[in-house]
């Protein structure tokens, strides 16, 4: 007998069990997302490797390390998606949509990156991703965090702190990288493998290391914001008054570089201590040169992404959720007869009441058996479809979560029988957990 096939490792199944509290999300997030007038957009998730190289930076640790690259049937490098942002800034030019126009865009779907799998961190990882494009800020900045901190509080999240800093322009930012390398260089003995490998091609990354032995080298480094042209200074400093308007706390991390080139100006994470989650939930920031480098007309835009995994999770931990969903009815079946009847009186019981949740018993069953199971379903009401009744051209109703007495409707006032027969109980949200 062959052995079990088992899930790749870091790429994880999503139970039924599960699922409410991701659609809980995801209905949340979407609500949201209209309600600031952003229009969803779905991009592949297979492009073409060259795609990310000249977006995310070929020394970047998701490009050198952590991407699924394969080569396909007719020769071409194909990369899954590592991120979203990429896909949309191409989508964007391959469809003609710039021309100085503006697009407030999201897309929601899994994002491939080979990562050491660890709590709240995946092979596979879904992600929600937003993109404010034609837009040079600071206001769309601000917006985008202010949506963060509206969602937060929609999903019952507390405790996450934000984290801000500026990378300035790439001029900018090329003077501060001169006078980091010319730092690190001197001090080379104390860098460990990673760091000297970043010191050539990625230096700003050093200061993203998580290694103990580095903090100190780290926190005696250059600063970024010190080295700031005055537009960029200007931009964040607005960014940060606007934040203060409305109660937003943050926090000014003069170390937070993000692990992508594209980056410009602004870049921010909403992180967590939470042990049930990785530390950061949401990353993102402004990345004013991309649509240019990938061939489209220079085009300012910022975004984020927000992990779905981490923000569930911290759901769960809170127990942010919403009741499971339930039955309103379940059908037991009694009979030869009955069973032949049953699924015809259903459809026609759907076709009345579209927003009924209706479970019929399948597979048979004695007439224990079968209420056990309607019990279990959590639905309020049991209908009963038996030979002896629908020979009498009549349903008999239950309610299963109060200690009343057995009724009869006519089949031919089906609907109408159980619009009462519900009301009588009362509210959905009412019934007790089965």
Request: net charge negative; aromatic share 6%; glycine share 10%.
């Amino acid at each position: 007998m062959a052995g079990q096939i088992q899930a790749i490792r870091g790429m994880n199944d999503v139970l039924p069990e599960q699922i409410g509290a991701w659609q809980h999300f995801e209905s949340c997030a979407r609500e949201l997302l209209a309600a600031y007038g952003y229009e969803e957009i779905r991009v592949p998730i297979v492009e073409h490797t060259e795609l990310f190289k000249r977006a995310i930076g070929e020394h970047t640790d998701v490009v050198g390390k952590e991407m699924y690259t394969f080569t396909d049937r007719g020769g071409d490098s194909l990369t899954l998606r590592p991120e979203a942002t990429a896909g949309i800034a191409r989508a964007l030019i391959s469809n003609g949509m710039l021309r100085g126009a503006r697009h407030k865009l999201w897309c929601i779907g899994p994002m491939f990156r080979h990562e050491a799998p660890q709590a709240g961190r995946y092979r596979q990882f879904w992600q929600v991703d937003l993109e404010a494009v034609g837009f040079p800020g600071p206001d769309v900045d601000a917006e985008l965090i202010m949506l963060c901190a509206r969602l937060w509080r929609l999903l019952g999240i507390s405790g996450l702190k934000l984290e801000l800093n500026s990378l300035g322009t790439p001029e900018s930012r090329r003077v501060y990288r001169e006078r980091l390398v010319e730092y690190f260089r001197g001090h080379a003995a104390q860098l460990d493998a990673d760091s000297q490998r970043r010191l050539a091609g990625n230096p700003l990354r050093i200061l993203d290391s998580k290694n103990p032995a580095m903090q100190e080298l780290i926190r005696n480094a250059p600063v970024l914001t010190e080295h700031l042209d005055p537009e960029s200074r200007a931009h964040f400093e607005q960014l940060c008054a606007m934040l203060e308007s409305v109660g937003i706390r943050y926090e000014v991390n003069p170390r937070l570089v993000r692990g992508l080139d594209y980056y410009t100006r602004t870049v921010f994470e909403w992180i967590t201590q939470s042990a049930v989650a990785q530390n950061a939930v949401c990353s993102g920031g402004r990345y004013d040169g991309l649509i240019a480098q990938l061939g489209g007309e220079a085009t300012p835009a910022v975004g984020f992404a927000m992990g779905v995994e981490r923000l569930v999770s911290l759901m769960t931990s809170g127990g942010q959720l919403p009741a499971a969903a339930v039955p309103d009815l379940y059908v037991v079946v009694a009979g030869e007869q009955a069973a032949a009847r049953a699924l015809q009186v259903v459809e026609q019981l759907r076709d009345a009441r579209p927003g009924l949740r209706i479970e019929v018993n399948m597979g048979g069953g004695n007439f224990k058996a079968q209420f056990r199971r309607a019990d279990r379903s959590g639905a309020r009401l049991a209908l009963i479809l038996g030979d002896e009744e629908l020979a009498r051209g009549a349903v008999a109703m239950k309610p299963l979560r109060e200690q009343s007495g057995q009724s009869e409707c006519p089949l031919g006032q089906l609907a109408a029988g159980v619009d009462a027969a519900l009301a009588a109980l009362g509210p959905a949200d009412a019934a007790p957990a089965p």
